[in-house]
């Protein structure tokens, strides 16, 4: 632990809160349509665009109509993203002459990232051509990041609407999702992180000769500008399998500082955001602390447990920071707070082997995620997650105040209480019975590399990382085999973790999704009752406390037996497994 | 207000009868309802059988080497924890049955004269059957009066032994079936259908036996059911888990694991708290017509309380005596006291007394050639003449005019006094003898004692107050500013009332009202809350949601507390099952793995080290956590019975001390209670 490590944490905590009103406040001006900076730009191109998707009038939707366009958005993306990996020899842009994607493993690419997941079974820089990484998984980047700011923002509607059933119109918030909140930002992030040394090109690879004498390959490609989307998206799929532990994709201390803040930025806006619908900020900000405090939680736990020697180093009689699988380049706290952030949010990226943490570091971004991805959580998803754990909360602490609960004023009831339990426990069940399927059956051995604890934490945060969505790796769990051969020659997926995996993704992203739209559309229009002495209040201290509570208890209730079979054990005992 | 004797929480002739009834309660038909019970009980089952298959020494997988001691505890601890949960309801219900068994008595077959000259058995009376009862009989049924007044014991529904006056037309004209009249005689008709009548909808509700849930209940219940969903697929998978760690547990482990993770304490409670509520209802005389009533009064936010009978005493008093120039205040007592002696009213009894205070007694006049003038609507004036001196006493204006007919002088301090009075909130009563205006008598409402502190918790729990009264603006400004209450409707009638209770309730308000006239039944039903009064017509009785039966419409208060303090108790028991689930890991979770990945030679592994409580051996662990989770229930019985205490706080302040009490406690509690059971099973009996 440094000073400059803890200065760090401090900095990106001020910057954020900084950021957060603004943004969010850009956010709330563009879904409630009035004019910003950019109207002048792209009002012309917001139009057609609206007009070609919505029709010239776009008309409300209710839950229902809201869910189905984003169903079959989905879908057809999925479609279309998949049909792009399975025909990457006749596409252009291929300089490596890489072939097609083999099924499964296309399915467990479609699925995660139209899910907005950015799980990487796939190597990127050793498989897929420039063409597919800008058509299929850049521009999908864009669409789910775009479809996960829409749904959050057609909750808070649900939420706020005081009267009517309509929670918009997808179209219209998917085109400006996209127009106005993920392309400015992207471009202006695609532009600092190749200022600062990041690649953009569509060159082919370079060949040269390493000082040992060996040869190497290196990949190139348009990384810069599919950096900027994964992070800002949540998706979190980089150019190459490794992530920002490559230089050409996070080339300084300050690149990797920034993307922290990347990452974070825009699902915290959206606090800010959904305070300003509901017409009282301060709800909006209960919802902040509530993610900051348990963001700075997991950094208070695995920043200390990283700049400890890990097993091994003790083993081999060596101190300091664990810097095993680390960036020599950047300092423990940078890879902490990246893996810390990465997980909190739904995103993924990393610029570290998580599974060379120790034990209890390495239990933290698993923690993170068994949250529901609801610490700042994926664009919109994490939102409308955090809703569904606000509803819980309320509901148990409204009967303890002795009223029917409510939350802005309207009533939660059976059926709210029933949906809510829906998008909340159908993650962890598909999370617990993926892993235990995985671990107990040979389809699902032959993916796991190691035996005992880490073994099963491989799974375990296989499954963790894509039912939330999140996409980050414990390395060690693999779909995809892959010989070293010129063009990807038998090349081959493994069916069950790819095609488990997939599913994984798919229901932990719609399910969830389709469980918020109909709470809210249920909130929508429904009477409101006056706030008063007897009401309790839900922008308070002691509300953030008890949400903060609820949300762990949950969690852990749920995890805790798996835990202790992975990260927990390892951190209880020096010995090495 | 006459209290029927409550029935103490736990009374042998309540608990013998249900220590057997719960026990036909394990009924699985039954038990399906509740799905957090129906798992322990399925559970139980399992156990059981793995027992017996151990026993008759079958071959069964998944025993893990546990001996037949060890399940056979588990089973029989989970029996107990079943048939605990059956208890507590069937402790609730024996408290409502005791109530119902009296009731019952009342219910006899008399025998009804119909008019037309027929008799029937009272219970083949339909409505619109017309029945004649004398003095002493029974009323075979209820219905109106619709001839006839008489005085009437309604003590078998009210518990209140002095008798009623119910008559023929107004708003005294509803009888109740099982009531006796004692005086006089008078024609019902009925209206009500054999064994729908008051006194079977008493009975059934004092019983539970139509026990509906109410809204919050079956919310609560959906996500206590996906609780124990998320705990079963915990235990379900964890299996495999440790068989990925080489490490077997058994299956009655496994189960003793899920039973201790379920909800199961508020599981076994929910019930028993919905029957409690209710039966706290009754024994304050009120009877909620459904569930969902007593709810919807914990929500209430809105009172509208009418000003006489609940924030005044019954009738204003004479309070002062004050003189004009050139009067001497006992000169004006006197006057007053003899222009009243034959006003029978309370306003003219009062005066009467107020004066005693001058040293004036109470006189018989009826001699001396004293004559009584009356009050009437055209003079509004009431007096007497005595000695040939003309004494009135009467509205100020009357006064006025009847003092200056006689050509008279009207002090200019008389305006000012009137307009002092009436500003205050009082009403001013002018007393002359002949053209001499003498004083001013003010006539006050008298508040009820400690009202004001009661508007002050009710605006705590966030209950605001509206006094519905028929006075003039000013004087109702005047009283609702003396009682405290929030806002008020003067000159009110019953559409103005209505349309009030609309627009409050289109503002969010959630609201509780009292009534008892047929006018009143659009309110009543408009209201989210409505109190009939059981003195009330048959109109307001059906348009209300709740009945009070002492007719006291200062209860409404006590109602809304009761319907927090049902919520309450189902909330803070919620949270302290749940919270109750951490001490059961670190008590069951290091026992079942605490030889996972030990090293070689070593008896214990690393998550050893999380038995912090440190207890004896691996199944007195478990079993200790069982037996805590088992006997927490009989020990929260009593509370879910009496609910928890309810405290008039705000909501932030209630919420911060449930939070404490049963978060908090809930969290350390199980810790102390599985800690004791485990020195008394693992140091004593060396399991």
Request: with cysteine.
């Amino acid at each position: 632990m440094t000073a400059s490590g803890w200065l760090q944490i401090g900095l990106l905590l001020v910057l954020l809160t900084g950021i957060t009103p603004l943004l969010g406040g850009y956010i709330h001006r563009v879904f409630g349509g009035e004019r910003v900076l950019l109207t002048h730009a792209l009002g012309p191109a917001e139009r057609r665009l609206s007009a070609l998707l919505a029709g010239r009038e776009p008309a409300g939707q209710d839950w229902k109509g809201y869910a189905g366009s984003v169903l079959m958005f989905s879908a057809v993306c999925w479609l279309a993203l998949f049909l792009i990996l399975r025909t990457q020899s006749i596409q252009p842009f291929n300089p490596q002459g890489f072939r097609s994607g083999p099924w499964d493993l296309s399915f467990n690419t479609a699925s995660s990232l139209v899910s907005n997941t950015g799980w990487q079974f796939y190597a990127g820089d050793t498989t897929l051509s420039n063409f597919a990484q800008m058509a299929g998984i850049a521009v999908n980047g864009f669409l789910s990041a775009a479809v996960g700011v829409a749904t959050g923002i057609a909750v808070a509607r649900g939420f706020a609407n005081r009267s009517g059933k309509e929670l918009g119109n997808f179209w219209v918030d998917l085109t400006r999702a996209l127009l106005y909140v993920l392309l400015p930002l992207a471009i202006v992030g695609s532009v600092f992180l190749v200022s600062e040394g990041a690649i953009q090109t569509l060159a082919g690879n370079v060949h040269l000769s390493t000082l040992a004498g060996g040869s190497q390959t290196l990949a190139l490609g348009p990384v810069a500008s599919q950096k900027a989307i994964m992070l800002l998206g949540s998706a979190g799929a980089g150019f190459y399998a490794v992530n920002s532990t490559i230089p050409f994709e996070d080339p300084s201390g300050v690149a990797n500082f920034v993307q922290v803040l990347m990452i974070l930025a825009i699902p915290a806006a959206l606090t800010a955001t959904y305070g300003r619908m509901v017409g009282n900020r301060r709800q909006g900000w209960a919802l902040y602390a509530v993610m900051l405090a348990m963001f700075l939680g997991a950094a208070a736990v695995a920043y200390p447990a990283e700049s400890r020697p890990s097993p091994a180093m003790r083993a081999a009689g060596a101190h300091g920071l664990n810097m095993e699988g680390k960036e020599q380049r950047l300092q423990a706290s940078d890879s902490t707070l990246m893996a810390v952030a990465a997980t909190a949010v739904g995103n993924g990226s990393t610029n570290a082997a998580l599974d060379s943490f120790t034990g209890l570091g390495g239990s933290i971004p698993m923690a993170n995620m068994m949250t529901g991805e609801v610490i700042f959580g994926s664009v919109g998803s994490g939102l409308f997650g955090m809703l569904l754990m606000v509803l819980l909360a309320v509901f148990v602490a409204g009967l303890m105040v002795g009223r029917t609960p409510e939350y802005l004023g309207k009533r939660i009831e059976a059926r709210e209480i029933k949906l809510v339990t829906i998008g909340a426990i159908a993650v962890p069940l598909i999370v617990l019975f993926m892993t235990a399927w995985a671990i107990s059956t040979r389809y699902g051995m032959r993916s796991i590399f190691n035996a005992g604890p880490q073994g099963f934490s491989e799974t375990l945060y296989t499954y963790t990382s894509q039912a939330n969505n999140n996409g980050s790796a414990f390395a060690g769990y693999v779909g995809f085999s892959q010989p070293h051969a010129p063009g990807n020659v038998g090349a081959a997926g493994v069916t069950f973790a790819d095609l488990a995996g997939g599913a994984a993704m798919l229901v932990g992203r719609f399910l969830p999704m389709l469980a918020a739209l109909a709470v809210a559309g249920s909130l929508s229009g429904k009477r409101t009752i006056a706030a008063g002495e007897g009401t309790m209040r839900t922008d308070t201290a002691v509300f953030a406390v008890l949400l903060l509570a609820t949300i762990s208890i949950v969690a852990l209730l749920t995890f805790v037996p798996a835990l202790m079979l992975g990260p927990l054990v390892q951190a209880l005992t020096p010995r090495l497994f | 207000m006459n209290r029927r004797p409550r029935v103490g929480v736990i009374r042998v002739e309540i608990i013998l009868p249900a220590l057997a009834s719960a026990a036909g309660k394990l009924r699985p038909t039954r038990m399906m309802h509740n799905p957090v019970m129906f798992t322990v009980e399925v559970g139980a089952t399992l156990t059981t059988l793995l027992w017996l298959a151990q026993v008759t020494g079958a071959s069964v997988g998944g025993t893990s080497g546990d001996p037949t001691w060890f399940t056979a505890s588990i089973a029989g601890w989970l029996w107990l924890t079943a048939y605990f949960g059956n208890l507590a309801e069937a402790v609730a219900e024996g408290r409502g049955k005791a109530q119902a068994d009296a009731l019952r008595g009342m219910r006899t077959d008399t025998p009804a004269r119909l008019r037309d000259g027929t008799t029937k058995s009272s219970a083949e009376l339909l409505p619109g059957d017309l029945v004649e009862v004398l003095a002493g009989e029974l009323i075979p049924g209820d219905g109106t009066i619709v001839e006839g007044i008489a005085s009437v014991d309604e003590a078998a529904v009210t518990g209140e032994s002095a008798p009623v006056v119910r008559a023929a037309g107004g708003d005294r004209s509803a009888v109740t079936g099982g009531t006796r009249v004692l005086s006089d005689r008078i024609v019902v008709e009925i209206t009500q259908h054999p064994g729908e009548s008051f006194l079977d909808r008493m009975i059934a509700l004092v019983e539970g036996a139509q026990r509906r849930k109410t809204p919050n209940e079956i919310a609560l219940g959906i996500l206590l059911a996906g609780l124990t969903l998320i705990f079963l697929s915990v235990v379900i998978t964890l299996r495999p888990f440790a068989g990925f760690a080489h490490t077997a547990i058994s299956i009655a482990t496994l189960i003793a694991l899920l039973v201790a993770l379920a909800p199961t304490t508020i599981g076994a409670l929910l019930s028993a708290i919905g029957i409690a509520g209710m039966d706290r209802l009754v024994a304050r005389n009120v009877l909620a017509l459904s569930g969902r009533a007593v709810e919807a009064a914990g929500d209430v936010n809105l009172l509208m309380l009418d000003k006489t009978g609940t924030i005044t005493l019954g009738n204003r008093q004479a309070t002062a005596f004050i003189p004009m120039p050139g009067t001497e205040e006992r000169e004006l007592a006197d006057a007053a006291q003899l222009a009243s002696l034959a006003d029978e009213t309370p306003e003219g009894r009062s005066i009467v007394i107020l004066a005693k205070r001058y040293g004036l007694r109470e006189r018989e006049l009826g001699d001396a050639g004293a004559h009584f003038v009356p009050f009437t609507a055209e003079t509004r004036m009431s007096g007497v003449d005595l000695d040939g001196h003309e004494l009135r006493k009467g509205a100020g204006d009357a006064i006025v005019d009847h003092v200056q007919r006689r050509s008279g002088r009207v002090p200019a301090e008389l305006d000012r006094e009137l307009g002092r009075i009436a500003g205050d909130g009082g009403t001013p009563l002018a007393v002359c003898r002949d053209e001499v205006v003498l004083g001013v008598i003010d006539l006050r409402d008298i508040l009820k004692e400690g009202i004001h502190r009661r508007f002050e918790e009710l605006r705590r729990m966030g209950v605001k107050t509206v006094m519905i009264t028929g006075d003039n603006p000013r004087t109702a400004a005047a009283i609702a500013h003396e009682a405290g209450v929030d806002d008020f409707l003067a000159e009110a009638t019953p559409e103005r009332k209505l349309a009030l209770i609309r627009q409050r309730q289109s503002e969010g308000r959630i609201v509780a009202m009292t009534g008892d006239g047929t006018n009143d039944a659009p309110a009543l039903a408009q209201a989210d809350v409505g109190v009939a009064m059981n003195s009330g017509t048959q109109a307001a009785r059906e348009a209300g949601n709740m009945v009070d039966l002492d007719s006291d419409p200062t209860k409404l208060i006590e109602i809304v507390e009761v319907g927090k303090q049902l919520l309450i108790t189902r909330g803070a028991l919620t949270t302290f099952s749940i919270a109750n689930d951490v001490a059961k890991y670190f008590a069951i979770l290091p026992a079942v793995f605490v030889a996972t990945y030990a090293s070689v030679g070593a008896g214990n592994g690393p998550l050893g080290r999380l038995n912090v409580m440190s207890l004896g051996s691996p199944r007195s662990a478990i079993l200790s956590a069982i037996v805590y989770n088992a006997l927490i229930i009989p020990t929260l019985v009593p509370l879910a019975l009496r609910g928890v205490r309810y405290r008039p706080l705000g909501a932030s302040a209630l919420l911060y001390r449930n939070l404490a009490i049963y978060g908090l406690g809930g969290l350390i509690a199980p810790f102390v209670g599985i800690k004791l059971i485990d020195l008394l099973l693992h140091g004593v009996l060396g399991a």
